[in-house]
């Protein structure tokens, strides 16, 4: 038998779902002892690392564009369009029409909005 000394509070898999709070000092058959301390460290280890890049492009400011104010990016937003891919994409779908249908996007704004969606 080992003694494991949980730093923090645990219940899982490897002790039964019996539960054990942070402090508490508990006898286990040096096997599943071993397996708790590794299950511990690979634990600790993943809180340790870097989160990974995401590769998703910032959000875009809409109101970058002109003629675009809060309300028009505000409805941009809404449907889910926070890139200029995302954008594209709709267009793809939706066309020209489905842009105009937004509330407050005339024939310019949607001009304005597929030439900044367009430029590198």
């Given amino acids: 038998m ?7 509070d645990y219940r899982g898999e490897l002790t039964g779902e019996q ?10 058959p040096d096997g599943q002892a071993a ?28 109101t970058e564009v002109r003629g675009v104010g809060p ?4 409805a941009l937003e809404y449907l889910g369009l926070t890139s200029k891919a995302d954008l594209l994409g709709y267009l793809a779908e939706h066309g020209m029409e489905g842009l105009t249908d937004i509330p407050a996007v005339g024939q310019k ?5 597929v ?6």
């Fill in 2 to 8: 080992t003694d494991v000394r949980f730093l923090q």
């Fill in 35 to 62: 397996a708790l301390v590794d299950a511990g460290r690979a634990a600790w280890a993943t809180q340790q690392a870097e989160p990974e890049p995401a590769d998703t492009p910032p959000a875009v400011d809409w």
């Fill in 19 to 28: 539960y054990y709070t942070a402090g508490t000092v508990a006898a286990f």
């Fill in 109 to 113: 704004q949607a001009l304005a909005l």
């Fill in 71 to 74: 309300q028009i990016a505000g």
């Fill in 115 to 120: 030439a900044y969606a367009e430029e590198g």
